[in-house]
């Protein structure tokens, strides 16, 4: 959807909803929705899902390995206090 088709869609769900939606700026909103590389939500959760995934079938497929990352990295930085 074109920056132009979503800017219409917009204006149009706007002013069939009423006065409650004034405060909505069209503009805003296609330019969001332009920005967007997911078309809801959902998508965005599916996609991010995929990375936690990946890093546990790793650990299953060699749990000593991933083990012994994570006890490299906490001699590397024993505690989380003032890591920014």
């Known amino acids: 959807m074109s920056y132009q088709d979503s800017l219409h869609s917009v204006n149009e769900l706007t002013?069939?909803?009423g006065t409650n939606?004034?405060?909505i700026f069209s503009e805003a909103v296609a330019q969001m929705k332009s920005r967007s590389r997911f078309p809801t939500e959902l998508d965005v959760a599916r996609y991010t899902a995929t990375f936690p995934r990946g890093d546990m079938?790793?650990?299953?497929a060699n749990p000593r390995t991933a083990l012994s990352r994570l006890m490299l990295a906490r001699l590397h930085c024993p505690t989380t206090n003032?890591?920014?």
């Open 21 to 23: 939606w004034n405060g």
């Open 82 to 84: 003032n890591l920014h």
């Open 15 to 17: 002013a069939a909803k």
């Open 57 to 60: 079938a790793k650990y299953n």
